[in-house]
C-alpha cells in the first residue's frame, strides 16, 4: 500500500512501474548508496521485484507523510523489497515505511536514502512481525552539506532480524 498526496513535481510510488515509465529518475540513483558487496543486499540486489520510490525535485517540500505499507500474507514466502529516496537540493520530506506479517516469512529489505545538500529528511521505518518471521535490512543514507536526516526504527516481533544502518556525511 502506498498513501500520501505528495506536493506538485514530487514522484511517489512503485519503484518497478518508475523504473519502466521513467528510468531517468531511477537509474542515476539505484544501487549506488548500498551496493552488492554484503551478502544480503547482494541477495536482494538478484531477486527485487518491486518497491518504493520517492524522489523530491529541488526546493520543493513534499506535503504531508508519504508511507509505504508492506505486508507477507502467505505463509513461508520470500520477499525482496527495494526502497530508493532521492531528495535534491534543498528537498523536504517525511517517509514511513512498515513492514508486517501475520505468517511465518523472510523479508530482505535495501533502503537507499540520497539527501542532497540543505535537503531534510525524517525517515521512520516499522517493523511488526509473526514470530518466526525472519527480516535482513541494509538501511544506508548519504547525507550531503548542511542537510539532515531524522531517523527513527522500531522492531518487533521475528525471530530472527538484522538491520544494518548506517549514515555516510
Request: glycine share 10%.
Amino acid at each position: 500500500t502506498i498513501e500520501g498526496d505528495p506536493a506538485g513535481g514530487v514522484t511517489f510510488g512503485s519503484l518497478a512501474r518508475i523504473v519502466a515509465e521513467r528510468p531517468e529518475l531511477v537509474e542515476p540513483h539505484l544501487g549506488t548508496v548500498v551496493s552488492g558487496d554484503e551478502k544480503f543486499a547482494a541477495g536482494n540486489a538478484a531477486r527485487w521485484a518491486d518497491g518504493v520510490l520517492l524522489n523530491v525535485p529541488a526546493g520543493v517540500e513534499a506535503g504531508a507523510p508519504l508511507r509505504a505499507a508492506l505486508e507477507l500474507t502467505a505463509e513461508g514466502t520470500a520477499l525482496y523489497h527495494r526502497v530508493l529516496v532521492v531528495l535534491e537540493r534543498g528537498a523536504r520530506a517525511t517517509f514511513i515505511e512498515e513492514f508486517s506479517t501475520a505468517v511465518p516469512g523472510y523479508l530482505n529489505v535495501v533502503v537507499e536514502l540520497k539527501i542532497a545538500d540543505g535537503a531534510h529528511l525524517e525517515y521512520v521505518t516499522i517493523q511488526n512481525h509473526h514470530p518466526e518471521t525472519r527480516q535482513f535490512g541494509t538501511h544506508r543514507a548519504t547525507v550531503g552539506r548542511d542537510a539532515s536526516l531524522e531517523w527513527i526504527a522500531a522492531a518487533m516481533g521475528g525471530t530472527r532480524a538484522k538491520s544494518r544502518m548506517e549514515s555516510y556525511l
